[in-house]
């Protein structure tokens, strides 16, 4: 099993960053791919970025040019940096972790871009 736990999220100014963070607990050793989802109210969740060892990062293309994923493997960490947010990036974020026994999920974290 794999525990995820979100932090960082919060209000942010329209133009503004902010940088979220998730850290895992478990069966951390075996994850292959760490990334960020997020969920708006009457629309699936959507990728926002994934990085898997060993391969260049996904971003979704709403988000492209605007974030930047990183993984911290020794701290089993992974980071998504959002710049020049916009009302639109406003949503639910989730963690979310896999490894050849499972796909894991976070509890998600609110973000909300408004003036």
């Known amino acids: 099993q794999v525990h995820l736990v979100e932090s960082g999220g919060g209000l942010v100014q329209p133009g503004g960053s902010l940088r979220l963070s998730c850290k895992a607990s478990?069966?951390?050793?075996?994850?292959?791919?760490m990334g960020w989802y997020r969920q708006t109210p009457g629309k699936q969740r959507e990728l926002v970025a994934s990085?898997?060892?060993?391969?260049?990062?996904r971003y979704g293309a709403s988000v492209e040019g605007r974030v930047t994923i990183s993984r911290d493997n020794a701290q089993y960490m992974v980071y998504l940096q959002m710049n020049s947010l916009k009302p639109d990036d406003s949503g639910v974020y989730y963690c979310?972790?896999?490894?050849?026994?499972?796909?894991?999920w976070g509890q998600g974290i609110q973000v909300t871009v408004s003036a």
């Open positions: 478990g069966s951390v050793p075996w994850l292959n791919t």
């Open positions: 990085l898997t060892r060993g391969r260049d990062p």
């Open positions: 979310n972790a896999r490894s050849n026994d499972g796909n894991y």
